[in-house]
């Protein structure tokens, strides 16, 4: 009896084991998808070098824009400070200031360094009010389709798209005082559209597929379907807009500080520097060049970024 009792035992151990390899091979087979898609999109993302450099540049002016104080030589520059003895150093002429000096004798290199700060987040203040607000719009739109609903969020996101988005901008900026605040909701105000267009081009193709027709058959609730089964599948193009939209934001931001409807100084903002040091130019080009060549440079990051994760995304047509 006590060895039946031990082989039985024994049976029902391995039965266990067996219970539990099974479970472990069908959530590996659940989650695989996932994974594999992942894969797949970083493998066509990393196997373009510039895509590689486009992370890079990105990452270095994230990590700039939330710890440039800490790093900066002179952090007090990026205020009133001033210091006429040292204004208007040549660059690379003088080892405590490599970039040179403004007109103050404030160093070019913190000022700039300290100007990312404004610019990224300009890019992320608009990006995240606008994203929202136009894929709710285009997701409900493309949807609904054919009717109403339709008819009236699109022709109202038409009205915004047919102005020009800096002329928009500078018109609002310009009846407001000039603060980053008023400049952020003018872009997001004429940026939303643009969202909303892309989600709605892509819902249409969309919702017309089998899996979204079985989910409405299965008695699935219209938020339900749009929001997990069709939106997850328009994920690549939105997220190649947004990437792509960063690098536009900074420069509709710039272009409103060049005018004076941005950052006030002494703010350390870039499209200020290059507005005011180009009072100096040509001799003391060293102001508004290295101001002018950082925007370029986030702008590339962003740009060579966006174009790397369009390409991860191509495979599937965009989905998730």
């Known amino acids: 009896m006590a060895d039946e009792d031990n082989e039985d035992k024994k049976i029902h151990e391995e039965g266990e084991e067996v219970e539990e390899k099974v479970e472990e091979i069908v959530e590996e087979r659940e989650e695989s998808p996932w994974k594999d898609a992942l894969k797949r999109r970083w493998y066509r993302f990393s196997s373009n070098p ?28 990026g205020g009133l400070y001033h210091n ?48 929202p607000s136009g894929v709710v719009v285009g997701l409900v739109a493309g949807y609904h389709k054919g009717t109403w609903i339709d008819t009236l969020l699109m022709r109202i996101s038409d009205i915004f798209i047919a102005v020009p988005p800096l002329v928009l901008a500078l018109s ?3 009846m407001l ?37 079985s989910a409405e058959i299965m008695g699935d609730s219209k938020i339900h379907i749009m929001f997990s089964e069709i939106l997850p599948n328009c994920t690549g193009p939105i997220l190649t807009k947004m990437t792509l939209d ?22 350390p903002d870039l499209g ?18 290295f101001p002018a060549m950082a925007i370029s440079f986030i702008i590339l990051g962003f740009n060579l970024l966006g174009d790397g994760i369009q390409d991860a995304f191509e495979e599937s047509g965009g989905g998730s």
């Open 50 to 77: 510039l895509s590689l450099v486009g992370l890079a540049i990105t990452i270095i002016t994230i990590f700039l824009a939330i710890f440039g104080e800490y790093i900066v030589p002179y952090p007090s520059h």
């Open 84 to 131: 006429y003895d040292a204004k208007f150093i040549q660059p690379f002429t003088n080892w405590k200031y490599p970039l040179g000096t403004d007109s103050m004798g404030r160093d070019v290199l913190t000022r700039t360094i300290l100007g990312f700060r404004y610019s990224i987040r300009m890019a992320v203040v608009v990006l995240s009010l606008v994203v």
């Open 172 to 174: 609002i900026t310009a």
């Open 177 to 213: 005082e000039p603060e980053p605040f008023y400049a952020m909701m003018a872009v997001s105000l004429m940026w939303w559209p643009w969202y909303a267009r892309i989600t709605y081009n892509n819902v249409s193709s969309i919702s017309n597929e089998e899996f979204v027709r």
């Open 246 to 267: 960063a690098g536009w934001v900074i420069i509709i931001g710039a272009s409103l500080s060049f005018v004076g409807l941005g950052a006030q100084p002494p703010t």
């Open 272 to 289: 200020t520097m290059v507005s005011g040091g180009s009072d100096y130019l040509p001799h003391h080009w060293q102001v508004s060049i």
